[in-house]
């Protein structure tokens, strides 16, 4: 197809550092990656950071006191939104991913605004155009939260880019629940999936979008569900992707090669946040810290 690259041309692929001139490291490149959530579930996306962009150091911010989002007015996630992003800013990240899927739908623009310079990337958007690119049909399901769902911010931004697509959207309120219990392949689990699946399962749709961070680690389960017949855009690993091209573009990756540095900054730290953030991130949390906003 015209304007498709072989990924197999290595000569197609951004080269990082570019070979042909010597590259001082400087002070942009080292700034690190700020990512952040209502709660828990963006660290999904860090997981998938880490194992993308595996030498950059990474601040997540996830307003643990404040959570959940999705039952709030408009103005108030606005504006808990901006105060995160300014948090974040004013710890001089180089670029600022909005890894919860309300925020996306509700504040982007406002992330935007008071970002200035500094590139914004968000989950929805990542997955969008990952699902729109790999759907072979154009017939796309997206499983979310009801609050995600009820904004049509996915099927928006899928239609802006591929006109044609058929997207059908099924609300899973309790998966992030039995995702934050730990019963990923439990067989309540696997029953309430069947019963949420039933209805998109039905209509002529060849890809899946995980439209809730909490998801991806659902991801082998619902893999199981639909017999393998579906592709899952996983929009924890396209947000990460999204990053390393954005980051590449702009000449903003970290040449460095040493141990990068990750902080953790919340708002409230419930008994099992610990716990609970281990799972999500596959790996230890040991920075975390307390903050207050406003």
């Known amino acids: 197809a015209a304007g498709l690259t072989d990924p197999l041309d290595t000569a197609a692929r951004p080269r990082w550092p570019p070979q042909t001139e010597v590259r001082q490291m400087t002070a942009l490149d080292r700034r690190p990656i700020g990512v952040f959530d209502s709660g828990i579930g963006g660290l999904t996306v860090v997981r998938a950071l880490m194992d993308r962009l595996?030498?950059?150091?990474?601040?997540?911010?996830?307003?643990?006191a404040?959570?959940?989002?999705?039952?709030?007015?408009?103005?108030?996630i606005e504006h808990f939104t901006q105060q995160i992003a300014e948090f974040l800013l004013k710890r001089q990240v180089k670029a600022l991913i909005i890894a919860c899927n309300t925020m996306a739908a509700v504040a982007a623009d406002v992330v935007r605004q008071v970002a200035g310079e500094v590139p914004v990337l968000d989950v929805i958007d990542?997955?969008?155009?990952?699902?729109?690119?790999v759907s072979q049909q154009g017939g796309i399901a997206v499983i979310a939260t009801p609050t995600t769902v009820n904004s049509?911010?996915?099927?928006?931004?899928?239609?802006?880019l591929r006109p044609d697509a058929r997207v059908y959207s099924q609300a899973c309120p309790l998966f992030v629940p039995l995702v934050e219990e730990g019963w990923l392949d439990h067989p309540v689990t696997r029953l309430t999936a069947e019963e949420y699946l039933k209805s998109v399962l039905v209509e002529d749709?060849?890809?899946?979008?995980?439209?809730?961070?909490?998801?991806?680690?659902?991801?082998p389960l619902l893999q199981d569900v639909t017999d393998n017949r579906l592709t899952i855009v996983d929009s924890?690993?396209?947000?990460?992707?999204?990053?390393?091209?954005?980051?590449?573009?702009?000449n903003l990756l970290n040449p460095q090669?040493?141990?990068?540095?990750?902080q953790y900054f919340v708002t409230d730290i419930p008994l099992r946040f610990q716990t609970i953030g281990e799972r999500f991130?596959?790996?230890?949390?040991?920075?975390?810290?307390m903050v207050k906003l406003g």
Do not use: W
């Open 126 to 133: 990542a997955g969008a155009r990952s699902a729109a690119q």
């Open 257 to 262: 090669r040493g141990m990068p540095n990750y």
């Open 66 to 76: 404040r959570v959940p989002y999705g039952v709030k007015s408009v103005a108030t």
């Open 205 to 219: 749709v060849d890809t899946l979008v995980l439209g809730c961070t909490h998801y991806p680690l659902l991801k």
């Open 54 to 64: 595996p030498f950059e150091d990474l601040i997540y911010f996830g307003d643990s």
């Open 236 to 250: 924890a690993v396209t947000t990460a992707e999204a990053t390393a091209v954005r980051l590449a573009e702009l």
């Open 281 to 289: 991130l596959g790996r230890s949390i040991r920075q975390l810290e």
């Open 152 to 160: 049509n911010a996915y099927a928006r931004a899928i239609h802006h």
